[in-house]
């Protein structure tokens, strides 16, 4: 009888060895989408001591209203798993072309909240010097907002096919570009000009769109026009789209409420103090050393799932599910022992040119904040793997909805009565945090093993046709949603 851990588990389909083929490189580009947000943060410290606070704040907020445009574009992903699993190419082009539209969409709307940057900014009650940078910093990004959408719907084409080596190519290129363009224009070196805060967000900017470019061209080549109908596939098709809506949105919703209960947190962290802002956006920057890598499990996870849903295959996609959770979990319980252990070493990039009075105020508070980072990354795994795999079959509502309502009940509405405390506010709200993570986390372990999401799809169901030759097994046929209407 073979056991879950046979060296048999790592050569089967579903096991180690296949996930660890696809999530690699997701993990490797997730990595460099770390060493971005992490070079951009250090070099935001060494420039003003108020500039890497302004960052994560106007950089949360930006995130939280691209999010929602992000998650649902990239959902194209799933879409694309799905027509691949079941051997059905010629419909991997146009679900993604559904994707490049609503991206153009996504970017005038975006580009809308521009002007708005100041009033957003003054509600939150910082300080002049602190809403001046935001201000600056979130204007840049959302110009550059709908590059990023578009490569996040185009990338999807690679990911969803577990054709994930070209995505880390594409970003370890454009975490080049960001980290030189970051040091020049932030600086003023390399013959840039010193823009500061609002050079680190012209240099995300710059790489998001390489990502585009980068990708278009490998979409549009020969060989993916061929068999997967990516130029012919171009036409806008009314009930696609509206598939692409119905899952999509709440995927987007749902990336788009964790963004903002977490901007909502550090929002209500800046009004306990200065220091306290400071320590958590050092936290959580240092937790993305973490989170972000489980990114690329996550993307992994829907991948695989919804290959195997698209072929029928329910039990193999519950295998591959098991199989990335178990080496997420190993991952995310080693990095929270460093955590707890070698807090300074996660610290010191930050201190090093940092102003040391300063600093030396925000390090206690920062090891302490690390202790609640250790413990709730753990549940974070059920966070990023299951909810992944609920999402790549299409149980996307069921995700938004519980993100939302607990986001709000267990972290929001009590840190902001946590923020008017006297004593200990900043450790009563990381508190909360921490209660968030771990009960949604287990919401998604507990939806998962009930299995309901084995019987969802997002693709429109097939027809076989009557075979050719008495005998012969029938072959996949028009798509019901194709068939011609009886007169």
Same mark, same amino acid.
């Given at each position: 009888?073979?056991? +879950?851990?046979?060296?048999?588990?790592?050569?089967?389909?579903?096991?180690?060895?296949?996930?660890?083929?696809?999530?690699?490189?997701?993990? +490797?580009?997730?990595?460099?989408?770390?060493? $971005?947000?992490?070079?951009?943060?250090?070099?935001?410290?060494?420039?003003?001591? $108020?500039?890497?606070?302004?960052?994560?704040?106007?950089?949360?907020?930006?995130?939280?209203?691209?999010?929602?445009?992000?998650?649902?574009?990239?959902?194209?992903?799933?879409?694309?798993?799905?027509?691949?699993?079941? %051997?059905?190419?010629?419909?991997?082009?146009?679900?993604?072309? $559904?994707?490049?539209?609503?991206?153009?969409? *996504?970017?005038?709307?975006?580009?809308?909240?521009?002007?708005?940057?100041?009033?957003?900014?003054?509600?939150?009650?910082?300080?002049?010097?602190? $809403?001046?940078?935001? #201000?600056?910093?979130?204007?840049?990004l959302c110009m550059g907002s709908g590059f990023n959408i578009y490569a996040g719907a185009i990338s999807g084409f690679y990911s969803g096919r577990g054709k994930t080596w070209p995505v880390?190519?594409?970003? *370890?290129?454009?975490?080049?570009?960001?980290?030189?363009?970051?040091?020049?224009?932030?600086?003023?070196?390399?013959?840039?000009?010193?823009?500061?805060?609002?050079?680190?967000?012209?240099?995300?900017? *710059? =790489?998001?769109?390489?990502?585009?470019?980068?990708?278009?061209?490998?979409?549009?080549?020969?060989?993916?026009?061929?068999?997967?109908?990516?130029?012919?596939?171009?036409?806008?098709?009314?009930?696609?789209?509206?598939?692409?809506?119905?899952?999509?949105?709440?995927?987007?919703?749902?990336?788009?409420?964790?963004?903002?209960?977490?901007?909502?947190?550090? %929002?209500? #962290?800046?009004?306990?103090?200065?220091?306290?802002?400071?320590?958590?956006?050092?936290?959580?920057?240092?937790?993305?050393? =973490?989170?972000?890598?489980?990114?690329?499990?996550?993307?992994?996870?829907?991948?695989?799932?919804? %290959?195997?849903?698209?072929?029928?295959?329910?039990?193999?996609?519950?295998?591959?599910?098991?199989?990335?959770?178990?080496?997420?979990?190993?991952?995310?319980?080693?990095?929270?022992?460093?955590?707890?252990?070698?807090?300074?070493?996660?610290?010191?990039?930050?201190?090093?040119?940092?102003?040391?009075?300063?600093?030396? %105020?925000?390090?206690?508070?920062?090891?302490?904040?690390?202790?609640?980072?250790?413990?709730?990354?753990?549940?974070?795994?059920?966070?990023?793997?299951?909810?992944?795999?609920?999402?790549?079959?299409?149980?996307t509502k069921y995700v938004m909805w519980m993100t939302l309502g607990l986001g709000f009940s267990i972290m929001v509405a009590p840190t902001v009565w946590a923020s008017g405390l006297k004593?200990?506010?900043?450790?009563? =709200?990381?508190?909360?945090?921490?209660?968030?993570?771990?009960?949604?986390?287990l919401n998604f372990l507990f939806r998962f093993l009930q299995g309901k999401w084995k019987s969802m799809r997002v693709i429109e169901p097939t027809v076989l046709s009557e075979p050719a030759?008495?005998?012969?097994?029938?072959?996949?046929?028009?798509?019901?949603?194709?068939?011609?209407?009886?007169?």
């Amino acid at each position: 009888m073979k056991t +879950l851990f046979s060296p048999n588990h790592w050569r089967e389909p579903g096991g180690y060895r296949e996930a660890l083929h696809i999530a690699i490189p997701l993990i +490797l580009s997730a990595g460099s989408w770390t060493v $971005q947000m992490f070079v951009d943060r250090m070099f935001l410290c060494w420039y003003h001591p $108020q500039a890497m606070g302004a960052a994560l704040a106007a950089g949360s907020l930006q995130f939280a209203a691209v999010s929602f445009f992000l998650g649902t574009a990239s959902y194209a992903n799933t879409f694309v798993a799905q027509y691949h699993g079941a %051997q059905r190419h010629d419909r991997v082009g146009p679900s993604v072309w $559904q994707s490049l539209y609503f991206s153009v969409i *996504a970017f005038a709307i975006l580009a809308s909240l521009i002007p708005f940057a100041p009033v957003f900014f003054n509600l939150a009650g910082h300080g002049p010097t602190l $809403q001046r940078m935001e #201000v600056s910093y979130f204007r840049v990004l959302c110009m550059g907002s709908g590059f990023n959408i578009y490569a996040g719907a185009i990338s999807g084409f690679y990911s969803g096919r577990g054709k994930t080596w070209p995505v880390l190519w594409v970003n *370890a290129v454009s975490t080049v570009i960001n980290v030189v363009l970051d040091y020049g224009l932030i600086f003023g070196k390399l013959g840039m000009p010193a823009l500061g805060i609002a050079g680190a967000a012209i240099a995300t900017d *710059a =790489a998001f769109l390489f990502n585009a470019i980068a990708f278009s061209l490998m979409f549009f080549s020969p060989g993916n026009r061929r068999e997967y109908n990516t130029l012919r596939g171009w036409h806008f098709e009314g009930d696609l789209f509206k598939r692409l809506l119905r899952y999509g949105m709440p995927s987007g919703f749902h990336f788009m409420s964790d963004i903002l209960v977490f901007t909502l947190f550090i %929002q209500l #962290v800046g009004r306990i103090g200065a220091h306290e802002l400071t320590a958590t956006t050092l936290a959580f920057n240092i937790n993305m050393l =973490a989170f972000l890598p489980m990114i690329g499990f996550g993307i992994a996870t829907s991948s695989m799932v919804g %290959q195997r849903l698209g072929a029928d295959d329910a039990d193999l996609a519950a295998k591959s599910t098991r199989s990335v959770f178990h080496m997420t979990f190993l991952y995310m319980v080693s990095v929270g022992v460093l955590f707890v252990l070698f807090p300074d070493t996660f610290m010191a990039p930050f201190a090093a040119r940092a102003n040391v009075a300063e600093f030396e %105020q925000v390090r206690p508070i920062a090891r302490l904040l690390l202790r609640f980072v250790a413990f709730y990354c753990i549940f974070d795994t059920l966070n990023i793997i299951f909810a992944s795999a609920l999402k790549g079959a299409g149980d996307t509502k069921y995700v938004m909805w519980m993100t939302l309502g607990l986001g709000f009940s267990i972290m929001v509405a009590p840190t902001v009565w946590a923020s008017g405390l006297k004593h200990g506010a900043i450790y009563v =709200a990381w508190s909360f945090l921490t209660a968030y993570v771990c009960i949604l986390g287990l919401n998604f372990l507990f939806r998962f093993l009930q299995g309901k999401w084995k019987s969802m799809r997002v693709i429109e169901p097939t027809v076989l046709s009557e075979p050719a030759i008495p005998g012969e097994p029938a072959i996949p046929g028009v798509p019901l949603t194709e068939m011609p209407k009886k007169k």
